[in-house]
């Protein structure tokens, strides 16, 4: 056996143990509701802290059944919810719960409610609070077969479709990582766009072509996404007693697990690692193979645009070679946005981040940390005061007088 297949077997061997996860990670898909109330988030992390919660179900054009979660704060009361509606969207392998995670003085979940605003929370299909599709099981490959394109396109769309018909107003949109992914490709769409009042976002991404991640770079210098999509493996499910197992053979002389976050995402400065246990009773949430792979496209190619299928399916799908580059420039000049950025994000670059701001027709309000990596932007112990003051203070130069 050469150096290479040396190496790459046991790393391929982890990869599998990711895709092959049999866990149940989706609730249940024949029917719409929840099983229970105990298996709601609202009931898991909201309410037991004392905040008013209810749970809506939206069904996207593709037939997947969404959760969104409305908040407001312990003095509240949702039927007579006056602040300004906000919908929370996560990032990858996250859900809403990524929002509720540290105290009530941390999470920015329970900071906007308390606020005054009415608090929505997105989940996007594959989740752990989603509620499946109307026709498919998450077994059958039809259910996996999105990226962050039909996210942006359907799931958002649809969630700030319900947010804006209940609440009869323009949504302000926060987004962390993939969530500004999806933000920024939605806001291209003059449609989607006119149901949007400003928006927040957190590690923002539209380009990844200088992603610093180790081990995410050896990923894409791997082709494992195209490894296991020729394995005939379409969910990403990091949950399973063999994934831990292989986890551990896998730092064992190969990888350096005692800082395994931060060659992921780069080092994180305020990251509280002693709740990591608890953390983990939520995240990791299921994503697509396939997202995963236009993810990766994006690093190889350098480009933010619609899902690369090949020169003649391409051809097919969009009548012409390459997949449609989303334009950033179309979003509105007139459109407030804010970003907050840091010089330790291995995945949000400060050199992408810059291209970004160059694209758009207009000048966001910025924010930058120089401390910060990834995960600080939404779990730091300092973020309310080092990031999620300065958002409020965004949106409250936003709002109408007669908002309240």
């Known amino acids: 056996m050469d150096k290479f297949s040396a190496f790459l077997l046991p790393l391929l061997c982890f990869f599998l143990s990711l895709f092959l996860s049999d866990a149940d990670f989706t609730g249940n898909l024949s029917d719409p509701g929840l099983t229970s109330s105990a298996d709601s988030l609202c009931a898991q992390l909201i309410e037991p ?32 919810q006056q602040g300004h509606p906000v919908l929370l969207q996560h990032g990858l392998f996250m859900a809403g719960d990524a929002w509720f995670l540290d105290s009530t003085e941390q999470s920015l979940g329970f ?14 299909r594959g989740t752990r609070w989603s509620h499946g599709h109307i026709s498919l099981l998450d077994t059958d490959k039809e259910f996996w077969e999105w990226s962050w394109q039909e996210l942006a396109l359907y799931d958002l769309a649809e969630m700030l479709h319900y947010i804006y018909a209940v ?74 007693d063999v994934l831990v197992n292989l986890v551990e053979s896998l730092c064992d002389g190969q990888v350096d697990c005692t800082d395994f976050l931060s060659s992921i995402t780069g080092k994180n400065c305020c990251f ?18 396939k997202n995963l792979r236009h993810l990766f496209q994006m690093i190889r190619q350098g480009t933010f645009a619609q899902y690369d299928y090949g020169i003649l399916k391409n051809l097919l799908t969009y009548g012409q070679f390459k997949p449609p ?14 970003m907050s950025y840091g010089g330790n994000d291995a995945l949000a670059d400060i050199t992408d981040v810059q291209r970004t701001l160059e694209e758009l027709s207009s000048k966001p309000e910025l ?12 779990l730091s112990i300092k973020a309310n005061r080092d990031i999620y003051d300065h958002m409020i203070g965004f949106f409250r130069s936003l709002e109408k007088p007669s908002s309240y």
């Open 325 to 338: 580059a989303f334009d950033l420039n179309s979003i509105p000049k007139s459109l407030p946005l804010w």
């Open 167 to 240: 609440t009869s107003s323009k949504v302000f949109i926060v987004g962390h990582s993939q969530g500004t992914i999806m933000s920024l490709a939605a806001l291209t769409q003059s449609d989607i766009v006119e149901m949007v009042e400003a928006a927040a976002l957190l590690s923002p991404i539209s380009y990844l072509e200088h992603v610093s991640a180790p081990l995410v770079l050896r990923m894409v210098a791997l082709h494992l996404d195209q490894m296991v999509l020729a394995l005939g493996l379409h969910q990403l499910n990091f949950r399973s």
């Open 49 to 80: 802290n004392g905040y008013f919660c209810s749970e809506h179900t939206v069904q996207t054009k593709d037939g997947y059944l969404l959760a969104l979660q409305r908040v407001s704060s312990r003095s509240g009361d949702l039927r007579v």
């Open 111 to 124: 900071i906007l409610a308390d606020q005054g605003f009415d608090v929505w929370v997105g989940n996007v």
């Open 367 to 378: 924010l930058y940390l120089e401390n910060y990596g990834h995960i600080d932007f939404l």
């Open 272 to 289: 509280n690692i002693t709740r990591m246990n608890f953390y983990l009773d939520y995240e990791p949430h299921p994503s697509s193979v």
